[in-house]
Structure formats: structure tokens, C-alpha cells
């Protein structure tokens, strides 16, 4: 598949030309900081963010919200008993949403620069596991491209810039300071990357006007992804087996995105099928539960995907509203993209679950078709697995 997969370059507008007699045409501007997302807590709330992820295992629910708005500020809660899988918590937002519900996306070539004021009270601490506190991801890979995270060097609490290669899924910390003399205060935050395979990453850390860290990554591959774009994550993600944990939070208030040089054009997507019988598995009210989420594809009708299904009890996707004029046996085709030997288990209104075993590649949508029991009326299905990831999902045709 071609690595640019949908993306759309975004190009310079051109400066107009003066054309008076007599008068010399200005040189064409040079590109600059455009603010693209300057949320309010009070006005935007979580809907802020591209998603939410608040105890999506739904491990601690008298703990809710664990993310929120506090005054001026938005919240970050972590208890002990949260979890995000055996061995890790998690509760963070991810990407960024605009005023009126459009996703913010970052891609490729692009330089964007993110500020915000952080607090970190003293209970948050360094881990000798990781504690993350900021990432940058995209949905097609699991490792992040970036993050600012909370480690323990030579015995000393620290908070970290750090990159990741992914040819040896290692991390790079560029930049350290010392924790616990910003822990208990508001210090000023600001990241600035190129989103390229020759791109950079400059973290800059103020205590109100004293520079505690300035420091800049040259010449890294912050460019992983074929079809999807990132984004940034804020919140608290957390090994639980670091010894003396606490129960904790952080704050962060006055975000700020600017990208250098004027908005992307949108992705221009191909039509869904809108034939009869068809549903898009990243239609308008299905459900995306846990991590599966809809995402770009090249390949697919509607030009989207959902991924991240199955693999525990809480990563699945509902297809709603499917309609049957009648009460009985029909034909359903699954279009998904397969890599090798994967499997869906299927259920419809909740009933018995069925085992759709599919074989194909990843780069190309392969069908195959089940019958299913639907009832008069509207009809639910779910796509879920216990064991392993399944396929990605495109559309489903009832016949």
C-alpha cells in the first residue's frame, strides 16, 4: 500500500499580486503559527477531545468521572484499584476535537506546536515502571511515536522527553529535569514537532519565567503510520507494579495546538455503500467500545475501518439498526481486512455467539458470508472476540 495511503498534502495558499502599474509585487509570505485549537474547560468540557478514555474497562465505576473538568482545568484521577488490563491504569483523552465536533489531525510534513500549563501534586511520582503523562500515537501502531513521561534515573524522581524507534520498539529520553521541583505548582509546557520520517521535537519546561529544560531531538522518525494521523494524548497511563503507588491526579489547563502555515484541506473520503442492505461498520451510532475505534482505509467503502476489536470483553463494535422486513434466516457478508487467520465471534440482540473464522491479507477487503437470525424490525450485532484481535471490520451486506 502507498505509505501516504489518504492523506492529502496540505499546500501554501498563494499570496495575491498587486497589480497597480508602478507597483512591485510583495514577496510571498513566509509560513506562519496559526492557532488551530485553544479549548475552555467551562465551555468545551471533555468534548474537548477527540475520545475519551475514562476507565474503559470499566474497573472502578464508583471512581467516576476520573476525567473531568476542575474549575479552570481538566482532571486527571488514578486510583489504585483502576485498570486498564492486569498489569497497567489508564485514564487519558486522546487527539483533539474543534468547536464544532471536527477532529484535529496531524499528518505527514505537518509542524505543530502544543502548549498548556501542567500541576503535578507530590503523590504523582517517578515510577521504576512507566508512569506516562503525555503521548503522541497514531491508531495503526500500538508503541507510541512520543511521550513525556515520569521515570526514576539513578534513584532520583525525573520527568522525561523521549522518542521511540520502532525497528527495536525502544525509547529515547532527549531531555530530563529533576521532578520533584515542579511537583505542588503550575509550570508551563510546550511541545513542538515535525509529524515526518526527518522530523524533530523540542520540549520546552518553564517554572514561570526560569527555562528548566529546553531541548530539541534532530533527525527522528516521527512518521509511522500508512493510513491514520496522530495525535496527542494528556492524561495518567501507569504501571501498577511500581512499588508506592498512590491514589493521585494531574491538571492541565490552557491548551493550546498551533500548526505552522495555514489548515490542512480535509481528507476527501469515498462514498459508503449505500446499497440495499448495507451497513457501514463507522456509521453515525454504532457503538465503538474499549479501543476499537473507526480509523482511515484506503481500500474500504466510505473510506474507514473499524480496528482494535476483540481480544478481551471490552473491545467491540455494535452494528445497530440493521432492518429485516421479516422474522428469519438471512445472509449476511462480512467485508474486513484479515491478517493471515482471524476470527469474529458474532452475535445478534445479544443471542447465542457464532465463530466467523476469515483468511486474507491486510491491505485487501475480504468477504465471506453467514446466515444470522434477525427479527422483524431493527436488529443489533455485535463483533467482538475473547481471545485475539479480530479482523477490521469494513461493512456488512444482509441479504
Not at 495575491?16 to 485549537?37: D, F, H, Y
Request: hydrophobic share 35%; with cysteine.
Amino acid at each position: 500500500m502507498n505509505k501516504h495511503g489518504l492523506r492529502l498534502a496540505g499546500v501554501l495558499s498563494a499570496m495575491a499580486l498587486i497589480t497597480q502599474v508602478g507597483v512591485t509585487p510583495p514577496a510571498s509570505a513566509a509560513p506562519r503559527w496559526e492557532t488551530r485549537w485553544n479549548p475552555s474547560p467551562q465551555r468545551d468540557g471533555v468534548n474537548a477531545f477527540e475520545a475519551l478514555e475514562d476507565d474503559r474497562r470499566g474497573s472502578h465505576p464508583e471512581g467516576l468521572p476520573h476525567v473531568g473538568v476542575d474549575g479552570n482545568a481538566w482532571k486527571f484521577t488514578a486510583h489504585l484499584e483502576d485498570r486498564d488490563g492486569s498489569d497497567r491504569m489508564r485514564n487519558e483523552v486522546r487527539g483533539m476535537r474543534t468547536a464544532d465536533g471536527t477532529p484535529l489531525e496531524i499528518r505527514k510534513d505537518e509542524t505543530w506546536r502544543l502548549s498548556y500549563q501542567m500541576y503535578i501534586p507530590d503523590t504523582l511520582d517517578a515510577t521504576s515502571n512507566f508512569t506516562h503523562i503525555w503521548q503522541l500515537k497514531n491508531s495503526d501502531v500500538g508503541t507510541p511515536v512520543a511521550q513525556i513521561s515520569l521515570p526514576v534515573v539513578g534513584g532520583v524522581q525525573k520527568i522525561a522527553a523521549r522518542y521511540w524507534t520502532l525497528e527495536d520498539n525502544k525509547s529515547h529520553d532527549f531531555a530530563t529535569a529533576d521532578l520533584e521541583p515542579i511537583q505542588n505548582k503550575w509550570v508551563n509546557v510546550t511541545i513542538e514537532f515535525r509529524s515526518s520520517d526527518d522530523g524533530y521535537m523540542r520540549w520546552v519546561l518553564k517554572d514561570g519565567h526560569r527555562t528548566i529544560v529546553d531541548q530539541t531531538a534532530e533527525h527522528i522518525d516521527l512518521w509511522w503510520t500508512q493510513e491514520q494521523y496522530n495525535r496527542p494524548k494528556w492524561g495518567i497511563y501507569r504501571s501498577i507494579k511500581s512499588a508506592g503507588l498512590q491514589e493521585t491526579y494531574m491538571l492541565v489547563k490552557n491548551l493550546k495546538a498551533e500548526q505552522l502555515g495555514p489548515a490542512t484541506p480535509p481528507v476527501r473520503l469515498p462514498a459508503p455503500d449505500r446499497g440495499p442492505g448495507a451497513y457501514e461498520a463507522e456509521r453515525v451510532g454504532n457503538i465503538f467500545e474499549g479501543a476499537a475505534e473507526p480509523a482511515y482505509c484506503a481500500v474500504c467503502s466510505g473510506g474507514r475501518k473499524v480496528i482494535l476489536i476483540g481480544g478481551n470483553v471490552y473491545d467491540y463494535t455494535v452494528v445497530r439498526g440493521v432492518l429485516s422486513e421479516t422474522t428469519g434466516t438471512r445472509q449476511m457478508t462480512v467485508h474486513a481486512l484479515v491478517d493471515g487467520s482471524q476470527a469474529f465471534s458474532v452475535s445478534v440482540n445479544g443471542g447465542d455467539a457464532t465463530t466467523v473464522p476469515i483468511t486474507g491479507t491486510k491491505d485487501t477487503v475480504t468477504t465471506t458470508t453467514v446466515p444470522v437470525d434477525l427479527v422483524a424490525g431493527v436488529n443489533t450485532i455485535r463483533f467482538y472476540g475473547l481471545t485475539a484481535r479480530g479482523p477490521e471490520l469494513d461493512k456488512i451486506v444482509i441479504k
